[in-house]
């Protein structure tokens, strides 16, 4: 009976969301009142209903309702409840779900955090959302219904896949969709100031902080995802440069270049048609990624082709979608205007070559990740694209934009010159130079390309401590004062960007430096990696909750003296038999020593892989700053106590009379 | 500067830019590409001598033997067959007589050695290459059900 409600709320919610869809746009281009007023409330109606539909299918889940075809296929009564919990999202029909949640939620956090925003621009917003909506949640009710039934009713689950059952699992997903989801307020913002014909540097004031805190969410969700791929697939890398990761990375690169477009077109009224096209461009992004990983095309094409429902569903909303805001623009874009002027040398100049710089990158992995597909799809022949690719595209694509991070914040609005630049900027450099070339000295061996990531990385530190020092100069008061007297978006600014300096440095020593060794070991067997010497002690069984593990012990001791154990194992689970490889990590600043086990060799003998893994939770750190940087960008006065609407037009209107 | 100048220098800047990025990814995406090859192809000596590739079949049962690291076992789309020999951790999935996709080069003898193994994600789930390697060397019964799995 339960299920049952579910799916009927959720066919409730669908003509809700038609409803939010369509009456307050309507009226707002007929300027009718009593339908503008609908938006909000609909819009939160259609939050109950998704969110009762959601909280049923979670509820079954958690009480284990095998006669739901969606529960029995992906959980299993010996999960323990926050993995059965996590299974909600671990399928297909669970992941599509999620989707539609998350949207609800932004839906009704736009619709309860709007109210300094004029009601017409409201019901837009919300009317596009609604839109949204309606195709998602027709897509769950069309081709991926979890509260489908199933009879006879089995006994038991046929368990979540064993690489899912980790806290990873229960944290990872929710993150991530919620930041590639928030793009869609991104993008209903920009299609309402199209629809409206009023593409003002206001819009860009009301979408700055909703895209910002998707950014946000979409990097931590990045992040975790990473590292969650770094602890559990067994062998120690942190980005493959999969199709599935590139899906969540190209809205993440055209989201950075929105964040930062939109200062432009906040602050100097310029940009405005080139933020539209990115508000739209990232959230077609959130929706090829769901189509990449949802449609199955990527694990066969041909696949895809014999069961084409979703896909085609998918591809058709993609057309729909992208092709009806992008027609949007070009009729209503050549009327914008291209805004305030600027020099060759600017603040702005540097903006736009950040951002074109980003959607290249952006490019780049498009082609590497569609490439493949379409040739197999024309039948002619299978190629893959692998890390090398990435790799040696990512490097010199990525190089002038942190060289230009250094030099973008300290640029003068407008009009910027080199020489005043140089000037401000020579001794950042000098001392990034020097640092570079010391440090891998110092750690014992010089390469040429820890040398020159190091430097990219101390010159965004040396420069933002010249940007800090020149903001403080000249105030009076302590350094606690000085600091609190600049806004919080300054320091969440400066934040993000030592975030990149910090991710640098991370990806370089542990490139530059680390050691991976495959090892066969016998018990007593001891092997050095690094400075470390590592002792194989043997294995022992242990049972955990739903499975059998072989568990090792592998001693660590550096200059003769045991540091600690490491319990690397390997599980069969209980209900699929499938194996699965549990390293043990020592994470610290400094680096991670990683233990996984191979396979038994015969004679109490194991394959043992041991890593060391210098600085490698610096790669995270800079994710996590970066997060944080927005998160406090955040927090800044102006979104705390926000200016009434009647003020804001004025303002934005003096702005751009400034230009 | 005159504005129209001005305006010249910028599209410059921007097409330049454009053209360099676009020269080094398509240089970038030549270099790498990977191309596949079944293990049919590779005993009509199809696939290049030198280069990296891949291949992708069955586990042939009872194949395996382990030497310390140096694992060997052969590849099959049941059409033909062919030795491999890797050097490291085979993936938790890899089962003699299930699926696998091999990255490597050929040495002189027709053995491909392999610097990467996958096998992934799910016990049930085929690499695509793989099954599409079987179903092009067999139109049989093996091939369909691999196209069963394939499906889940």
Redesign the interface.
């Known amino acids: 009976m339960i299920p049952e409600l579910g799916h009927f709320a959720l066919m409730l919610a669908l003509l809700i969301a038609a409803i939010q869809g369509t009456l307050p746009i309507i009226g707002a281009a007929r300027r009718m009142p009593a339908w503008i007023a609908l938006a909000r409330p609909v819009a939160q109606a259609q939050f109950v209903f998704v969110a009762f539909a959601w909280g049923v299918l979670a509820y079954s889940f958690i009480t284990s309702d095998f006669s739901v075809a969606n529960v029995a296929e992906n959980s299993n009564s010996e999960l323990p409840i926050f993995y059965r919990f996590a299974a909600t999202w671990g399928s297909h029909e669970g992941s599509m779900m999620l989707w539609v949640m998350m949207l609800a939620a932004w839906t009704l956090a736009v619709s309860l955090k709007s109210r300094n925003l004029p009601d017409v621009m409201v019901a837009r917003v919300l009317g596009v959302m609604g839109l949204v909506s309606c195709g998602f949640i027709l897509f769950v009710l069309w081709t991926s219904n979890p509260f489908e039934r199933v009879f006879p009713v089995p006994a038991n689950g046929r368990d979540l896949n064993p690489l899912l059952q980790d806290p990873g699992m229960v944290v990872h997903p929710p993150m991530l969709y919620t930041g590639y989801v928030g793009f869609s307020v991104a993008f209903a913002f920009a299609v309402a100031a199209l629809l409206s014909g009023r593409l003002d540097a206001t819009w860009a004031r009301w979408s700055r902080p909703w895209t910002t805190v998707a950014w946000c969410f979409l990097t931590l969700g990045i992040m975790l995802g990473s590292w969650w791929a770094y602890y559990t697939l067994g062998w120690g890398g942190w980005w493959f440069w999969d199709p599935v990761e590139n899906a969540s990375f190209m809205p993440w690169l055209v989201g950075t270049a929105l964040v930062h477009s939109l200062v432009v077109t906040e602050k100097r009224g310029t940009f405005k048609n080139w933020t539209v096209l990115l508000a739209i461009s990232a959230f077609s992004l959130s929706l090829v990624g769901t189509f990449l990983v949802r449609s199955g095309v990527l694990t066969s094409v041909h696949a895809f082709a014999t069961d084409p429902r979703r896909g085609v569903y998918i591809l058709a909303f993609l057309v729909i979608v992208i092709g009806g805001s992008l027609t949007l623009y070009a009729v209503r874009a050549p009327k914008v205007g291209v805004g305030g002027r600027f020099e060759l040398v600017s603040r702005e100049s540097m903006l736009l070559a950040n951002n074109v710089l980003l959607l290249a990158a952006c490019g780049s992995v498009l082609l590497g990740t569609l490439y493949p597909l379409f040739l197999d799809a024309l039948n002619l022949g299978k190629i893959s694209v692998g890390p090398p690719y990435f790799d040696s595209v990512f490097v010199p694509l990525m190089t002038p934009l942190v060289f230009l991070m250094g030099i973008g914040p300290l640029a003068r609005w407008k009009e910027a010159e080199v020489p005043d630049l140089w000037r401000r900027l020579r001794w950042a450099l000098a001392v990034s130079v020097v640092t570079a070339l010391v440090v891998p000295l110092i750690a014992g061996s010089f390469r040429i390309l820890v040398s020159f990531g190091l430097l990219l990385a101390f010159w965004i530190v040396a420069s933002t401590v010249v940007n800090i020092r020149e903001r403080t100069r000249g105030m009076t008061g302590g350094i606690i004062a000085r600091i609190r007297r600049q806004p919080r978006s300054y320091w969440g600014m400066i934040l993000a960007h030592l975030g990149v300096a910090v991710f640098i440095i991370g990806v370089t020593l542990v490139k530059g430096y680390e050691t991976e060794r495959d090892v066969q070991m016998r018990v007593g067997d001891t092997v050095s990696v690094g400075s470390y010497v590592f002792r194989f002690d043997g294995v022992t069984e242990r049972k955990g909750p739903n499975y059998t593990a072989a568990r090792g012990a592998v001693s660590v001791s550096r200059n003769g003296t045991v540091i600690e154990t490491l319990y690397p194992e390997k599980r069969a689970y209980n209900a699929g038999g499938m194996p699965m490889t549990n390293a043990a990590i020592d994470s610290g600043i400094t680096g991670d020593i990683y233990v996984s086990m191979g396979e038994p060799v015969g004679g109490g003998a194991w394959i043992i892989r041991v890593y060391s893994k210098p600085f490698i939770t610096w790669a995270w750190a800079g994710f996590v700053l970066m997060a944080l940087g927005g998160f406090l960008a955040l927090m800044d006065r102006r979104y705390r106590t926000q200016a009434r609407p009647a003020a804001a037009p004025a303002r934005v209107a003096g702005a751009a009379g400034a230009d | 500067m005159k504005?129209r100048h001005?305006r010249f220098?910028?599209i410059g800047?921007?097409v330049a830019?454009?053209g360099v990025?676009?020269a080094?990814?398509l240089n970038?995406?030549q270099s790498?590409?990977?191309?596949?090859f079944t293990p049919t192809q590779v005993a009509a000596n199809e696939a290049p001598k030198g280069r990296a590739f891949?291949i992708g079949g069955l586990v042939v049962d009872k194949s395996l033997t382990?030497d310390?690291?140096t694992v060997h076992f052969k590849v099959t789309d049941t059409g033909s067959t062919i030795p491999v020999v890797y050097?490291?951790?085979?993936p938790?999935?890899f089962k003699e007589g299930k699926g696998v996709v091999a990255?490597g080069k050929l040495l002189p003898d027709g053995t491909f050695h392999a610097t990467e193994v996958l096998a992934k994600?799910?016990?049930n789930?085929m690499p695509?290459?793989a099954?599409?390697a079987v179903n092009k060397a067999h139109g049989s019964a093996m091939a369909e059900k691999t196209g069963r799995t394939?499906?889940q």
């Open positions: 504005p001005r220098l910028w800047a921007g830019l454009l990025a676009a080094l990814v970038a995406f790498n590409l990977v191309f596949f891949r382990r310390g690291l050097n490291g951790i085979l938790d999935l990255q994600h799910d016990e789930y695509p290459e099954a599409d394939l499906k």
